[in-house]
């Protein structure tokens, strides 16, 4: 970490790598985001998965579940355990399953179930994302803000080239034999 905020300084000076420096900022600011999103991500999945898991449990004790339909072999392979249902349900909610086939499995629990998985998709899908995403943006953009050094160095550049210009004017007007003063005729033109 160290040599990487040493390298962070050394990319610092060199001016043509501004946007490199400032995707670098951004990823280093967003890591304490990143923690916090999988951790919230995780509690998430686990208390889904706690459900899920219980529902099977329920549905097998009462023979519910037929061990040689596909189906709910599916399902007892999907939510056997606390470990399964929370990869299935990150699967799930990432892409890595087809929903329907996760549905099919949770709905042999119960419609409840049924209900609870799609519930469980929207909620990852338009909450929990969304909000993960906002959370990145935003600290992404607080990163992004001039750090001392750039808006000085920024505004050092501005305050040389007024000075320039103003030289370059003052030259203009002597050359143009204004003399001593300037009029309000030559400022104008």
Known sequence: LLEMA????GVRV??????LRMMLF?????????FWGIVMLILIL????????QGGTTAVSDGRLDPGNEVDKAAIEMFGSVQEAIMALYMTSTGGVNWSSTFDAASSFGTLYGGLLC???????I???NILTALFVNRAMEVTKPDKDTAAL???????AAYEELQKLGRELASAGAGEYISVEDFED
């Open 46 to 53: 686990y208390v889904f998965g706690l459900v899920f898991v």
């Open 127 to 129: 909450a929990m994302m």
């Open 26 to 34: 951004s990823l280093l600011g967003s890591v304490a985001s990143l």
């Open 14 to 19: 060199v001016e043509f790598l501004k946007e």
């Open 6 to 9: 040493t390298l962070l300084r």
């Open 119 to 125: 519930f469980y998709i929207a909620f990852s899908q």
């Open 154 to 160: 920024e505004q050092r550049r501005k305050d040389l």
